[in-house]
């Protein structure tokens, strides 16, 4: 099977499809009844027609449609790419959103941006404490297939404040809050081509007892501005930040 490289097509026209079962050694694939359905009755992708799918993990596979039916579509496999993982990581830590929408924004737009792995965490000024996990990974999945990503961001289980910091997290770590303290800009203490971790609290802000223990576990203090800014928009900004630096 021959590679291709998918700057040889037309991006702004390519649809992309994602499903984490298409392999590399796969000559032929048989795509589930649900999404069978959208590709044959919804999209009207007929026989011959060709399909570019996804697995979430860094391939891209060129496919043609053999079989064009709504209850067991098939593909046969005419080409796949692979894609080198990028030379940082950036895990964002964001405490959810009073409003769910504002939260569902923040992935949607993350994960066009760039980001690689994304913790909702619970915190003492914490106004939503319970998440929808089934419709965030829809809203990521669908916004890496809008934006031609071919790795799935990662959406870690909520988990407390307190739970989150004692785990270890690799690279650097920083805690974006609004307390007057001496903090620098987080592009001036980001180091290129190298993992990190940022932490962005709820409406209210971490609480000093939060961010004490972050200080206390080597967080660096940084800011994202001059002005103040809501969760998701903050979380945004630093996401923005981190990727920019990176491919500078």
């Not at 069978?36 to 060709?50: C, F, T």
């Not at 046969?76 to 409003?99: C, G, R, Y």
């Not at 990503?149 to 805690?175: R, S």
Request: aromatic fraction near 10%; charged fraction near 25%.
């Amino acid at each position: 099977m021959r590679r291709f490289h998918p700057t040889h097509e037309s991006n702004f026209n390519m649809q992309l499809f994602y499903n984490p079962n298409i392999k590399a050694a796969d000559t032929v694939f048989l795509f589930d009844k649900e999404e069978s359905k959208h590709i044959v009755k919804v999209l009207r992708k007929k026989e011959s027609d060709i399909l570019f799918v996804t697995n979430g993990l860094g391939f891209i596979f060129k496919t043609t449609i053999k079989l064009a039916s709504d209850s067991k579509c098939t593909v046969e496999i005419l080409s796949f790419e692979h894609q080198p993982e990028s030379n940082f990581k950036l895990h964002l830590a964001v405490a959810p959103t009073k409003m769910n929408e504002r939260y569902e924004w923040f992935l949607e737009k993350a994960t066009e941006i760039g980001i690689h792995e994304i913790t909702p965490i619970i915190c003492d000024h914490s106004e939503r404490k319970v998440i929808k996990a089934d419709r965030f990974e829809k809203i990521i999945e669908s916004a890496m297939k809008q934006s031609l990503h071919y790795y799935l961001p990662k959406l870690n289980e909520a988990m407390t404040f307190k739970d989150f910091i004692l785990k270890e997290q690799i690279g650097q770590k920083f805690i974006a809050h609004c307390e007057e303290t001496d903090k620098n800009s987080l592009k001036q203490v980001l180091l290129p081509n190298a993992n990190c971790t940022v932490l962005i609290g709820p409406e209210g802000d971490f609480s000093v007892k939060e961010i004490q223990l972050a200080l206390d576990s080597n967080y660096i203090p940084v800011s994202l501005g001059s002005t103040r800014l809501r969760t998701e928009t903050a979380a945004i900004v630093a996401c923005h930040t981190v990727v920019f630096i990176n491919e500078m």
